[in-house]
């Protein structure tokens, strides 16, 4: 079993829906990262979470670190959103990352 | 302009000649890592690097080498690369592997 999991691991949209990506894991964290990688290879960090939730634009990241699990909500889909969802762990002790395989977004217009 | 900046981009070699593949940030941060992506493997860290000197395995190690002898250079060897390290590989830095990580363009690399 992978350390991280996330789901789903494709999703495909209208312009316009309220999108949620899920992601959980098993292992003690001190950080979790969600990722955006767009066709073309670039990847940009969209959070850091250690607790709570966080807010930019419309996209908006929970985590509820009893329930190891962590929430990517976009807000109002739009086609530029479509890209790789990324979710990644720091380990709690160490620095170590590890990764989620991904969920891939299509926003259709 | 803060940046990770990695070369080459592309490069296509032959199994056993050594290659190293360069990264280098301008924002002053300790904390540098290697990771190589696949298709259906996603993302996995190869070697990470709290500061200079100290560098540390991640989950895909085997065949690669590190050094971190300036705090803006993490280089990655391959002493000698085979078809399996045929891959996508980013660099990425930040104050630490539990803040905010900045990733260089990526370099792809095929061993054949």
């Known amino acids: 079993k992978n350390e991280v999991e996330q789901s789903p691991q494709n999703l495909t949209a209208q312009e316009g829906e309220f999108i949620t990506i899920n992601c959980s894991y098993s292992?003690?964290?001190?950080?979790l990262h969600w990722l955006q990688q767009h066709p073309g290879g670039g990847i940009v960090s969209l959070f850091m979470l250690s607790s709570g939730k966080k807010k930019h634009g419309r996209l908006i990241a929970t985590i509820n670190i009893q329930e190891k699990h962590s929430s990517l909500h976009i807000t109002a889909s739009h086609p530029r959103d479509s890209a790789v969802y990324i979710c990644a762990v720091t380990l709690e002790y160490g620095n170590k990352l590890v990764f989620g395989a991904g969920t891939i977004l299509r926003v259709k217009s | 302009e803060a940046q990770v900046t990695q070369n080459p981009r592309y490069l296509i070699t032959v199994t056993g000649k050594k290659l190293t593949v360069t990264c280098s940030q301008n924002m002053n941060h300790e904390y540098m890592s290697w990771y190589r992506q696949d298709p259906g493997l996603g993302l996995r860290q190869i070697y990470y690097s709290m500061n200079v000197e100290v560098t540390d395995k991640g989950d895909v190690p085997e065949g690669y080498k590190v050094s971190r002898k300036e705090k803006r250079n993490f280089p990655l060897i391959l002493e000698s690369p085979s078809p399996n390290q045929t891959s996508l590989y980013f660099c990425a830095s930040s104050w630490g592997g539990y803040n905010e990580q900045f990733f260089g363009p990526g370099t792809r690399l095929t061993v054949l």
């Open positions: 292992v003690g964290i001190s950080a």
